[in-house]
């Protein structure tokens, strides 16, 4: 089946770097959404891209969808520890019932 | 956050026993979801629902079963709970096909 492929799993940062996870598919998405989930916690929606080439911005974080569709990045700048968690992204493959195959996600961690 | 509620949030059960997690919505929203995580693969959809009385299955569906007689109610079942089934389960709902809000999650061992 369709599979959304996430990398990399973990990564460890000092405080104030930067950090970035990639998610690619095969084929062509409809759309992508991106969540984060706080250790312990569970996840929490932070956005959906739908347009190629679609960059948005969310104070520091940017996430973009490729041109072709077929990959999406978040990318945080200067990482703080409240950045600590888990993301994932997610396609809605179907449609208005918005059922979703999720990312296996990047574990990130802060290091203050 | 969106008034999603799941009980219980921790059960420890038997093989072979059967189990049903309760998902609890004030929203009103359409569409609700459970889904399991587990290291390394994410969260996987198992079943959701469109309306009442309305389900369908997801990627991982064996041996579970859903219901949602109310709005407000999506009761997940495993009929005979095996070790396979271990995991953190997710309830979530959505209006439109955009966000989805998630409830706390239950920790299901079976034994």
């Known amino acids: 089946g369709q599979q959304v492929m996430q990398i990399p799993q973990y990564q460890h940062v000092q405080e104030g770097e930067d950090f970035t996870t990639y998610c690619n598919s095969s084929t062509t998405l409809s759309n992508i959404q991106w969540y984060k989930q706080r250790p312990g916690g569970h996840p929490v929606f932070l956005i959906q891209?739908?347009?190629?080439?679609e960059v948005k911005k969310q104070k520091r974080l940017t996430f973009q969808f490729g041109e072709a569709k077929k990959n999406s990045s978040l990318h945080i700048t200067a990482t703080q520890t409240t950045d600590v968690g888990t993301y994932f992204c997610?396609?809605?493959?179907?449609?208005?019932?918005?059922?979703?195959?999720f990312g296996t996600g990047t574990l990130l961690a802060v290091q203050p | 956050d969106a008034g999603i509620t799941q009980s219980p949030r921790h059960k420890v059960t038997e093989t072979g026993t059967p189990v049903t997690l309760r998902c609890h919505q004030t929203e009103n929203h359409r569409y609700m979801y459970w889904y399991r995580q587990d290291p390394g693969h994410g969260l996987r959809l198992i079943h959701y629902s469109y309306g009442v009385k309305d389900t369908d299955k997801g990627e991982v569906s064996d041996g579970y079963s859903v219901s949602r007689s109310k709005t407000e109610d999506f009761l997940l079942t495993l009929e005979s709970a095996t070790s396979s089934q271990t995991s953190v389960y997710f309830c979530?709902?959505?209006?439109?096909?955009?966000?989805?809000?998630f409830g706390p999650g239950t920790r299901l061992t079976v034994t």
């Open positions: 891209l739908v347009k190629s080439g």
């Open positions: 997610a396609w809605n493959y179907g449609g208005a019932t918005n059922k979703l195959i």
């Open positions: 979530a709902i959505s209006a439109q096909s955009i966000e989805q809000y």
